[in-house]
């Protein structure tokens, strides 16, 4: 009997209508265009706007034009996965939420917290489900609505974030392809620079912690770029080395977009070249668990069934790492 991988069958993305440039930017806080791309290579990001509008807004058009890709109902769904640190509210989970809202009503769905690394997390965790020969269709959509935590008086941090979500469905193949590999990791010593201040049980939401503005991403950006450049590129160059992967093999890097500084280290340390790495940062900014999954549905069109991609991804307290995946079929035949 062959060995049943997860494969990657069919994804889908939304991002907001509203755009929030660097131009708009300069009249909250103060910044310049020019300050914001030289440190970030970020444009623009996607606002979502509107009362009681929460991450699961982000999910359902994922999650249904992943449907609508693959041919299947919402009820086909076994397992929803969403990877999010914006969750609609603390309980229940977006995951469960989202399902309702579609009417998967077969699905059961849960959340990983892993912050901007939560898409692979969720990612190697449904492929489990998939090879234990379990279930057939599980969902991993990874989103943030990241305005809703983002203090717009904090150039630091506000400049960087934006909203916005992805997905993937994964099936059951015997040929090989999908989740080949994945490295993890998390070091939680990290939490210290790179966090929200209250609102957890260790220091629930009070009257102090709404006034003292510790209900926003707070950032220590020195710190997490140092950590994120080592450890993003480890984690690459550990799945090219167990894999017998090299620079011409590899067809695309999909990094986390958090910083286009980042992602050229990364990209550097595994000897690719520009051409072959996945980058949207500039029109979406930083949307945490989103950004992998966006870069997969925007560049789908190009994507050739065996292609070997590295997806790699840091993300505060601290979480990281790469995932290898052979892709399962030709996406401009979707």
């Known amino acids: 009997m062959s060995k049943i991988t997860a494969a990657i069958t069919a994804v889908g993305g939304y991002v907001p209508d509203y755009v929030l440039t660097n131009e708009i930017l300069t009249t909250m806080v103060d910044t310049s265009d020019e300050w914001i791309t030289t ?58 939420v989202v399902t309702d809202k579609i009417g998967a009503s077969n699905a059961f769905g849960f959340d990983i917290s892993a912050a901007c690394s939560g898409f692979l997390y969720a990612l190697d965790t449904g492929a489990r489900f998939i090879e234990a020969g379990r279930y057939k269709k599980v969902m991993v959509i990874g989103a943030d609505k990241m305005s809703s935590i983002i203090d717009y008086s904090d150039r630091t941090t506000c400049i960087i974030f934006g909203d916005g979500a992805g997905g993937v469905l994964l099936e059951p193949n015997e040929e090989g392809y999908g989740l080949v590999d994945s490295e993890l990791k998390s070091d939680g010593h990290g939490r210290e620079y790179l966090h929200m201040k209250a609102g957890g049980s260790a220091k629930p939401a009070s009257a102090e912690t709404v006034a003292n503005r510790e209900h ?15 450890n993003m590129s480890a984690a690459a160059t550990e799945i090219m080395r ?17 910083n286009l500084r980042i992602i050229s280290a990364t ?68």
């Open 39 to 96: 440190r970030t290579g970020i444009k623009e990001r996607r606002i979502l706007k509107g009362e009681n509008m929460g991450t699961s807004e982000l999910c359902v058009p994922v999650a249904l034009e992943i449907c609508k890709k693959r041919g299947i109902a919402p009820t086909d769904i076994d397992l929803l996965i969403v990877a999010t640190v914006t969750p609609d509210m603390l309980f229940p989970s977006t995951a469960n």
């Open 267 to 334: 990209a550097n340390a595994m000897g690719l070249t520009e051409d072959k790495i996945m980058i949207n940062i500039q029109r979406f900014g930083n949307t945490t668990a989103g950004t992998i999954p966006l870069c997969l549905w925007e560049w789908e069109k190009q994507l050739k069934k065996g292609d070997n991609l590295v997806l790699a991804a840091f993300g505060g307290g601290f979480t990281w790492g790469a995932s290898y995946i052979k892709w399962a079929y030709d996406g401009d035949k979707v």
């Open 216 to 230: 926003y991403v707070y950032q220590e950006g020195k710190m997490v770029f140092k950590y994120a450049v080592a």
């Open 242 to 258: 167990r894999n017998n992967l090299t620079a011409d093999n590899i067809a695309y890097l999909v990094p986390h977009q958090a």
